[in-house]
């Protein structure tokens, strides 16, 4: 395989890199925007996406395996056809959702049986069907079959899970090894990242990083964090495990989180970040500034006349004014979803953008100082 | 006044006219996109607006007075710089809306007292207080306070109402004339357009009709059809009261209608249109199509990588297939009403400028025939 991933340049652990894949290239640290059913939630389009600096959209294997299944999406194409997005794709595994949303679930050595959240139906997903789905999908980067435990776990349930989580990594190389190579395929140089875990136990962490990172997969990612441990530990966990994945990889810190979260994150060597918190927060009202959060649903916005956050350039800030976008929320029309999901993305992505600009010039400990020092004045 | 409507040419009773207003000039026929509450339902900007073709924006006064209040929009510097559009705005007088939506409401000779449909509150409403609000909203172009009586009513009901709205309309004139001389005023050009009233009767129509075009106004609207009455009374009614409305102003069908409607009514003399039908038609995934209108939400469209209307150049044709829109409102995706939504309006406005294009070439006729069997075809 070709060098995917260069490092350009380095300030303590944060990494400046660039990622190339046959969808395109991706600087990083990038965010990921989150497009789970093939859509941005909020009435944003691929049309949008593009507009507010989206370098790499996620899907999720487990919502598009039950609708409108991976097999539609195979005959339309893939992902990339399917909803008109030429750039990047990564998908998750199903893993996390099978964990989260799925009912009455039974973890066995050959994979998950469990019940859909829509209509109780009986699935089986294991490493080998989560490769299928996701080659069916066609996206970039596809994401191994994971058990993601919950914090906190016994110390002997989350030892038992990630030798599991291994052997099933094993697997999961063994079938799109095996996808890559079949002419009916879509994407035949459809990647894997593999992914830690381990708890809260630096330890089994550290044991099992060094484990996958024998692997030479094409990316690695910490899962299982941001799921019930705090800041403090979270961020341990990052220190203790990026020593041990190999530095010519991305790493990707799996659905985090906070701008705060993704500086400190950023600082501790992460290149990858997805979370639904700027688009959840958006279709709430609840929206990033450069002073802070604000709520738009606040009476005091009434007849606010600034844009969401003065001097940002996204498609909201451009046009409409707090008061209007407010006025929207009440009176229920979606336009007002759309517009704050649009300027939050944009403000995550925006937020990359300067990060990677900080790396480049030198100065990203100034620049993550000063920024959570002005997102806290008005917190 | 300076001429503000030049009739460019006629075909039949069809006419093809321009309209010069202080925000831009309008090409009639025209079919104004509705957005009641200052959005147009279903995600759609006013950004949107533009790519899609619309000349003029329709907003409700009833709707706009009980949020975010009149008063907020003025403050605001008008529904212009509120909702960020800057060509022409058409405000209803919330004559239609009081008489459709409100609950508990009393007719007196000085207006209407009415509970609102929200919170139940008590209101009144006469000519006066429409024209304050909208000259508050600053529209372009504002209605006059009228009845719109319910199809059908006794003839004596609908003398008696038709002379009260003739007297609110002088009262509505008188008001308008002495808001735009207010130096407080935000836009101190704003039009008037009477509204014909007389239910289905063509001599009580013919009648109000002569005694308003006596008034000189703007404009004129034929209100209260598409109310209950079957096609063959609107056309009828159309007919007997055209003649009898100035050539030299803009002519203004109320709320109607279907495709077929519009162009059965361009064909008796009509120059503005609106209805809320393709919007919340888009927003149920029933779309317009040349051979027809579709319903998206038909399972044979799961695989259909065609876009909604071939050879359409809107904004969801150019970019989503039939298969993908099926799936976004299959997992109530709220993108799904967004490009429905853009797509039927663009429909419309397409509609209306293959109509003018027709005029100017003198083939109107031809066209309305071409269209009407092509949409029944597979109706």
Same mark, same amino acid.
């Given at each position: ?19 190339? !894949?046959?969808?395109?290239? #991706? ?47 195979? +005959? ?10 030429? =750039? /990047?794709?990564?998908?998750?595994? *199903? ?7 799925? +009912? ?10 469990? &019940? ?5 139906? =009986? ?36 030892? $038992?899970?990630?030798?599991? !989580? ?18 009916? !395929? ?8 593999? #992914? &830690? ?13 060094? !484990?996958?990172? +024998? ?35 991305? #790493?990707?810190?799996?659905?985090? @989180?906070? /701008? ?8 501790? @060597? ?9 688009? $959840? ?10 002073? @802070? ?68 010039? *030198? ?17």
């Amino acid at each position: 395989m070709s060098k995917r991933y260069t490092l350009l340049k380095k300030e303590g652990k944060a990494r400046r890199g660039r990622f190339v !894949t046959p969808h395109g290239t #991706i600087e990083t640290p990038v965010f990921m925007n989150v497009g789970t059913l093939a859509a941005i939630k909020g009435a944003v389009s691929s049309m949008d996406l593009k507009e507010i600096g989206c370098q790499v959209e996620l899907s999720n294997t487990y919502h598009l395996h039950l609708r409108p299944s991976d097999e539609v999406i195979y +005959k339309m194409g893939g992902l990339h056809s399917f909803m008109n997005w030429d =750039k /990047p794709i990564l998908t998750d595994s *199903g893993g996390f959702q099978v964990f989260s949303l799925a +009912k009455m679930r039974k973890i066995k050595e050959e994979g998950v049986y469990f &019940n859909s959240h829509i209509d109780g139906s =009986k699935i089986f997903m294991g490493p080998e069907e989560s490769m299928q789905i996701q080659s069916h999908l066609a996206s970039t980067i596809a994401m191994a079959f994971d058990e993601c435990v919950s914090n906190p776990s016994t110390r002997e349930y989350v030892e $038992r899970s990630v030798d599991r !989580t291994t052997r099933w990594l094993e697997r999961c190389k063994i079938e799109i090894d095996r996808l890559n190579l079949l002419p009916s !395929t879509i994407n035949k140089e459809q990647m894997l990242f593999g #992914i &830690n875990q381990g708890g809260v136990y630096d330890d089994i962490r550290i044991e099992h990083a060094k !484990t996958i990172t +024998k692997m030479d997969l094409d990316g690695y990612a910490i899962g299982g964090l941001a799921v019930g441990e705090s800041h403090e530990d979270m961020y341990r966990v990052i220190d203790a495990v990026v020593p041990y994945l190999p530095e010519d990889k991305p #790493i990707y810190l799996m659905g985090v @989180g906070t /701008p705060e979260n993704i500086l400190e994150a950023v600082d501790r @060597g992460i290149d990858f970040f997805d979370c639904v918190l700027p688009a $959840r927060n958006g279709r709430h009202g609840s929206v990033f500034t450069k002073n @802070g959060k604000i709520n738009l649903l606040n009476a005091k916005f009434q007849l606010d006349s600034k844009p969401i956050d003065e001097g940002c350039q996204c498609p909201a800030c451009k046009s409409y004014t707090r008061a209007y976008i407010r006025h929207l929320f009440k009176a229920k029309e979606l336009l007002a979803l759309r517009l704050c999901v649009l300027h939050n993305l944009y403000f995550y992505n925006k937020l990359m953008a300067d990060i990677r600009d900080a790396l480049d010039g *030198g100065y990203f400990k100034e620049f993550k100082e000063e920024k959570l020092k002005q997102w806290n004045l008005n917190a």
